[in-house]
């Protein structure tokens, strides 16, 4: 079974700018949830979404959003970028149906805002 | 607010000795606990887990302690290879409505020398 992919791996932009992340789930999975990891606040979760909807929110500010598709693809959206959002961007696929939430990540979108 | 911790940033242990990775918690309403293993440039692997209705959970060379009362939790690893240097992160997760939501301690870098 293949793994969770994330796209890009690497993207640098400027302040004030969008941008755009991609995850693909293992295939059946329906969760997906996202993580920003950095050195300062280590790994933090950002939302989860669950047959395109989003069920569960972390303490981010509203320029930070995210969205499902029917496939469970996800995507999460940054936009005006800060400096203080360079970071890792993982997201994380479960199947929803475990008792425990054990989540399977991908290898990350590491951003950085120049 | 820091409800998982994990105080020491890195260990160092010999080769074929045994490995303890600590975490401590604040939050009482945590009832499933997991442990996750990260290299350079991968996104976080599940290793163990543990529920807290246990207070141990074995699975090869990996066993998880779970004390309750003292909000404690701790990985052991026996014997620790080299393969085993990475960065442990020690995870809760609340279950009810706390869909996806994972939180993480800062991690502890682990080297095993050969």
């Known amino acids: 079974k293949a793994g969770v992919t994330q796209t890009p791996r690497y993207l640098i932009k400027t302040r004030g700018q969008q941008v755009t992340l991609s995850c693909s789930p293992i295939s059946g999975h329906r969760s997906v949830s996202w993580y920003q990891q950095t050195p300062g606040q280590g790994l933090q979760f950002l939302f989860e979404?669950?047959?395109?909807?989003?069920?569960n929110k972390g303490n981010f500010p509203g320029r930070f959003s995210g969205r499902q598709f029917s496939n469970s693809r996800s995507e999460m959206n940054v936009s005006t970028l800060e400096l203080g959002d360079s970071a890792l961007y993982l997201c994380a696929s479960s199947s929803a149906g475990a008792p425990y939430n054990e989540q399977f990540f991908g290898p990350g979108t590491r951003l950085t805002v120049l | 607010d820091q409800q998982v911790k994990q105080n020491s940033p890195s260990l160092s242990v010999q080769e074929g000795r045994i490995s303890i990775l600590n975490c401590d918690y604040t939050?009482?309403?945590?009832?499933?606990f997991l442990w996750y293993k990260k290299y350079p440039a991968e996104g976080p692997t599940f290793l163990i887990s543990?529920?807290?209705?246990?207070d141990k959970n074995e699975d090869g060379r990996f066993t998880v302690f779970l004390n309750k009362s003292a909000k404690h939790l701790s990985l052991h690893i026996v014997p620790s290879q080299p393969g085993d240097s990475a960065v442990y992160f020690c995870?809760?997760?609340?279950?009810?409505?706390?869909?996806?939501?994972?939180?993480f301690g800062q991690g502890t870098i682990l080297t095993v020398h050969p």
């Open positions: 543990i529920s807290s209705i246990k």
């Open positions: 995870a809760a997760f609340t279950g009810g409505t706390s869909y996806g939501k994972l939180t």
């Open positions: 979404y669950f047959s395109e909807t989003q069920r």
């Open positions: 939050n009482s309403m945590f009832d499933y």
